[in-house]
């Protein structure tokens, strides 16, 4: 045991947090849907994708925890010191509505993956867990529940999805040739949205506010960049894993993906009965955090942009409340 009392266990612990936090609210249904349509669709060829993505993804979120780490003030906040108010104000109404242009699809993402997991009505599964996300948000120590929550999700998502991957099977060799940057026709959109799923500039953005949540100052530099370099890979490994699943299972059948409920159905078939409900469990996973996640994001940064909370206030932001 340390001088502090801690255990290495706990150390270790102590050192993950904030990357995780960002890369389970980043990864949601419509990543899901769109890697998995695209390794349906292209197979291999677009794997340098997600590598590319992740590669500016760590880029963005290393800059913001290096803000963080040095700021008394929040995203919005830091912003309006440097750029005047006004572009403050503009970027805490922009990722507001970035964030709530997700959440019809992550509620409805949990839903469909209740739906497929216990059968019933999705939107009634839907609006059960948009109130159980909702009251999360008013939990007491909040960051703290919501690191141990999404580090848990984030852990099951990646276990879920690898197996998937792993299970299905992709030809390695066609996986190495997709590495090399390369655009199939008519594949300019849906670059774009895969890319978009993985390279989050509101995500990064927020590092910054999760970053003085969790208490961190510059003498915690190199944990913090441990953090954000395991989470934002973790990150592009759960789009990649997807992609290379569908390409695998999906691609030679010649199917098309147009949702994730639908791929749960797909794989069945294929890999047996038990992958259809582990793929909804990581279905569930990623539309739940996501939920939380956007709630978290979005509020955030409209409070910024309406001065309801303190813009100087010490770190960690969380003892804002008490001293306003």
């Keep these: 045991m340390s001088a502090s009392g801690s255990t290495p266990t706990k150390s270790r612990r102590a050192r993950l ?23 349906a669709q292209h197979a291999y060829q677009l794997v340098w994708v997600p590598v590319i993505a992740t590669v500016l993804m760590l880029c963005f979120v290393d800059l913001s925890v290096r803000i963080g780490l040095t700021t008394d003030r929040g995203p919005v906040a830091t912003v309006s010191r440097r750029y005047t108010r006004i572009v403050g104000v503009l970027v805490g109404i922009g990722s507001f509505l970035v964030t709530a242009s997700f959440q019809a699809g992550n509620s409805v993402g949990t839903g469909a993956a209740a739906g497929v997991l216990f059968g019933g009505d999705v939107p009634m599964f839907a609006a059960l867990f948009t109130v159980l ?6 939990l007491p120590s909040f960051y703290r529940s919501l690191e141990t929550l999404m580090v848990a ?5 990646l276990v ?3 197996v998937t991957a792993v299970v299905s099977r992709p030809d390695l060799g066609a996986v190495a040739a997709g590495l090399v940057p390369r655009l199939p026709e008519g594949a ?9 799923t993985t390279f989050s500039v509101v995500g990064a953005l927020y590092q910054i506010q999760l970053v003085r949540e969790k208490g961190w100052t510059s003498e915690h530099y190199r944990e913090a960049r441990r953090d954000a370099v395991t989470g934002t890979i973790v990150l592009g490994v759960l789009s990649l894993v997807i992609m290379l699943a569908a390409a695998a299972v999906l691609h030679p059948e010649g199917i098309k993906v147009t949702s994730p409920a639908t791929m749960a159905a797909i794989l069945e078939p294929t890999i047996g009965g038990w992958a259809s409900g ?3 469990v990581g279905l569930w996973a ?3 955090s996501s939920l939380i ?3 978290t994001i979005g509020g955030h940064m409209i409070a910024g942009a309406s001065t309801w909370s303190p813009a100087g206030c010490p770190r960690p932001a969380s003892r804002c409340a008490s001293r306003s």
Excluded: E, H, Q
């Design 17 to 39: 947090g904030p990357a995780f936090v960002t890369a389970a609210l980043v990864f949601g249904p419509g990543s899901i849907t769109t890697a998995s349509s695209i390794g």
């Design 160 to 162: 879920v999805f690898v």
């Design 153 to 157: 999700i984030v852990v099951v998502m």
């Design 293 to 295: 996640g956007n709630s």
């Design 278 to 280: 582990l793929f909804a």
């Design 188 to 196: 300019t959109a849906v670059v774009v949205g895969l890319a978009a």
């Design 133 to 138: 996300a909702i009251g999360f948000l008013w």
């Design 286 to 288: 990623a539309a739940f």
